[in-house]
């Protein structure tokens, strides 16, 4: 089949990870549609590539729409979200990339959610059909990031004038957009005043910032040319201590960022008296990023302290134990705190029903992080002692940091590395191998290492020991949990997904394994 055909009348069957979205031609051949496909609905799209097993489209109109849209009140969306009178326009060139689902009911979000949980262990359903619970629930379905990153954009008239028939003026040229990327575009950002998935005090310190910058007449960045200043803004807030860091990148050092550093002086001081900043951010720190790359974090980043210490603290309640967690710029924390709260809730209950034995002495932890499960683990009196492994240096200083906050310190090891090297070279961590008898398990989204998976294989031919598996990926949690199962070593005991991630695709799964 040939780029650019137009297919007609395609039924949307059903929804793969991602956020793919599957219907299926009478030889059974996939047609795979991205993005902002509804359920249920009748579409047109454009073939985009021609593959072996699949064709990928581009979604063009919808023909019909699905029966349960009519429940939806649209005045009560996110005016950038992909409100329905944009799909029979320019689809692409509208609506950020983040709550592409806020127009599907959150109810059916949690069906569409299980059935792609579900659909990601079907090479081994028979195996594990009967441990699956449903899939728990957000706290919160909105405002419940605790964490947001704006973008900044340098406007282009010409392009401007293209893509939307308008002109700015110079002035507004210094003016320019901040806010989410558009679909599909790296090069472009919609200007927002607003986000409904941050609380409404973080909205209003966004929309306070984005005021405030504007004064300083310091020109966004030009990802295209790597020229010009602002690029980022992050806020963080610790919800249960209303806390906010505030993190602005910028850059100086390319020849057109030069000629402002009397500005950017300025800038700097007028932070640090302005009293809305004073009375309502805890701490503000400016990040240098002169890399190309355009994301908040690069190798030659410096960062300078505007305001207090340059973090902030967070708390959560596991088990009606207090646990105290410091955050910096570049700590990793779990996005949604109310929903981390429920999930290590969740998983240690899970830990209390399945563990095979009492009176535990060493957790071994091979992705930490800053923080993890770990935490309640030791504090609760569950276990004794902890080895915490994690490739990141920085995030070992802030576990280590953790640890000393909720009086963990001396039961704590801390060793950076990959989790695959790693746990062969380490002489401590060889040494206390028998006394290990819980192994925790929190990867990236591409799933344990191989490696990882060979060492805990071998490891359980020895020793007897309990495996909590929490991973944000359900498709390489199936790949894993085939390749246990496989060992003839391990038990299933128990598999549930989490919604941590409300009007998005994405899914946070507990497994446990005796």
Request: proline content about 2%; overall charge positive.
């Amino acid at each position: 089949m040939r780029r650019n055909k137009i297919l007609k009348n395609i039924k949307i069957e059903k929804i793969w990870y991602g956020g793919v979205w599957i219907s299926t031609f009478s030889n059974g051949k996939k047609i795979i549609v991205k993005w902002g496909v509804l359920p249920e609905s009748v579409v047109d799209c454009r073939v985009l590539k021609n593959k072996k097993d699949y064709i990928e489209c581009q979604l063009l109109k919808y023909v019909r729409l699905p029966k349960w849209l009519e429940i939806i009140d649209k005045t009560n969306l996110c005016s950038h979200n992909m409100i329905l009178e944009y799909f029979w326009k320019k689809w692409c060139d509208v609506g950020c990339w983040w709550c592409k689902w806020q127009i599907i009911p959150y109810e059916k979000q949690l069906e569409l959610k299980f059935e792609v949980f579900k659909d990601s262990f079907r090479y081994i359903w028979d195996n594990v059909k009967d441990k699956i619970e449903n899939i728990l629930p957000s706290p919160e379905i909105f405002g419940y990031r605790n964490k947001v990153e704006f973008s900044f954009w340098y406007c282009n008239k010409k392009e401007l004038s293209e893509d939307n028939g308008q002109m700015i003026t110079d002035d507004e040229l210094f003016l320019s957009s901040i806010g989410f990327h558009r679909q599909g575009r790296w090069d472009q950002v919609i200007d927002v005043n607003q986000c409904f998935l941050i609380s409404k005090k973080a909205n209003e310190i966004y929309i306070y910032l984005k005021n405030f910058l504007k004064e300083f007449w310091l020109p966004n960045y030009n990802q295209k040319t790597h020229e010009w200043v602002y690029r980022h803004l992050v806020i963080r807030q610790g919800f249960n201590t209303s806390q906010f860091l505030v993190n602005l990148v910028i850059a100086t050092e390319n020849n057109l960022a030069k000629r402002y550093k009397t500005e950017i002086q300025n800038l700097k001081k007028a932070i640090k008296d302005d009293q809305f900043i004073q009375r309502n951010i805890s701490t503000f720190v400016i990040t240098y990023n002169n890399g190309l790359a355009d994301v908040v974090k690069w190798k030659d980043i410096q960062i300078e302290i505007l305001q207090w210490n340059g973090y902030i603290f967070e708390k959560l309640n596991i088990q009606w134990e207090d646990l105290t967690f410091r955050i910096s710029p570049f700590s990793f924390f779990q996005t949604n705190t109310l929903g981390a709260q429920q999930l290590f809730w969740q998983a240690v209950d899970y830990i209390k029903a399945f563990r095979s034995k009492n009176g535990y002495d060493y957790i071994f932890d091979l992705y930490c992080w800053t923080w993890t499960i770990w935490i309640a683990l030791l504090k609760l009196g569950i276990w004794k002692n902890l080895i915490g492994v994690e490739l990141i240096e920085e995030a070992i200083r802030d576990a280590r940091i953790n640890a000393e906050l909720n009086g963990l310190k001396s039961r704590s090891y801390f060793v950076s590395g990959k989790a695959e090297k790693i746990i062969f070279w380490d002489e401590n961590i060889k040494s206390k191998l028998e006394r290990i008898w819980l192994i925790v398990v929190d990867p990236p989204r591409d799933g344990l290492h191989k490696k990882v998976v060979e060492f805990l294989i071998n490891l359980k031919k020895k020793y007897k020991y309990d495996l909590l598996y929490i991973s944000c990926n359900p498709v390489t949690l199936a790949r894993d949990t085939k390749m246990f199962l496989d060992s003839g070593l391990f038990e299933l005991k128990v598999l549930r997904p989490v919604d941590m991630f409300p009007h998005t695709h994405h899914i946070e799964n507990i497994a446990f394994f005796n």
